[in-house]
Structure formats: C-alpha cells, structure tokens
C-alpha cells in the first residue's frame, strides 16, 4: 500500500493560520475541502472551524476546542456537569439527613431545598448526555444510500 503525498507540517501551518486570522477563511473555504488533510485529526480541526465560521460565529480557540472535543462525545460535557452538581447536592441532603436522624427533627431551610434541587437538575444533565450519546450513536449506524447510474 503506498502513502499518498502529504505535508503534516503544512496542514499545521493552515489551521494555526486560519485560528489567529479567521477573516482567511473567506479565501481558504472555496478551495481546501476536509478531505485535503491527510491527517485525521487535522480533518476534524478544519471540519469545526468551517461549522464555525458558516454559522457566523467567531472563531476562537474555545469554542474550537469544546465544539471539537464534545461533539461526538457529549455525555464527557453533560456528565462533568452532572457530577459537578450532584456532589455538592449530595453532601447537603447527607447532612440533613444526619441532622434528621439526630435530632428527630427537620426543619425545611432554603439550603436543604437548594440541595434538592441539585441531585434533580444533576440527573438531568445525565440523562440528558445519555440521550444524546444514543442519538449520535444511531446517526453513526445509519446506511446512506448512494445510487448510480449505470
């Protein structure tokens, strides 16, 4: 099997090019498809920026990075959220748990209601990333179709 030309150093060059001077991209989009990079990664990289910049948006290196990272992955983003909420929602419905058993007795307190709420919008965000992983899952086993003509 032989290795089609390429130049991975210049494919780097392009996409740091086009990240510190998006305005390149007017002129770079009609002629450098994804399908110009060798490099995978570097396909993906392009891929985000050209999303990026035919919505309208700016390009800039986090929303590159978090389109690029999470997009295929999103319950890495959604599940982080959960947790990052589910902890702290936790410990509080454990101290008043604790209180509870203590004392026998439980006063409702904004924070009590507040930690409630955590473990409720943490499930959310789980279940949320878990639906989204099953859609893009099953967008990835769909069968395209391509009809020639013979």
Known sequence: LRTLPHDLDAERALLGALILKPEAM?????????????????????????????????IDLLSLTLLNRFRTRPMHIFGALGMLTLFPGIIINIIFLLE?????????????????????????????GFISDMILQRSAREITYNFNEL
């Open 100 to 128: 509870w058993i203590i004392t026998q007795e439980l006063h409702v307190r904004p924070i009590m209601i507040i930690g409630i709420s955590l473990v409720t919008v943490a499930i959310q965000f789980f279940s949320l």
């Open 26 to 58: 007017h002129d770079v989009s009609v002629t450098v498809f994804p399908e110009s990079f060798y490099a995978e990664k570097h396909k993906e990289i392009y891929r985000a920026i050209l999303e990026i910049f035919t919505k309208g948006d700016p």
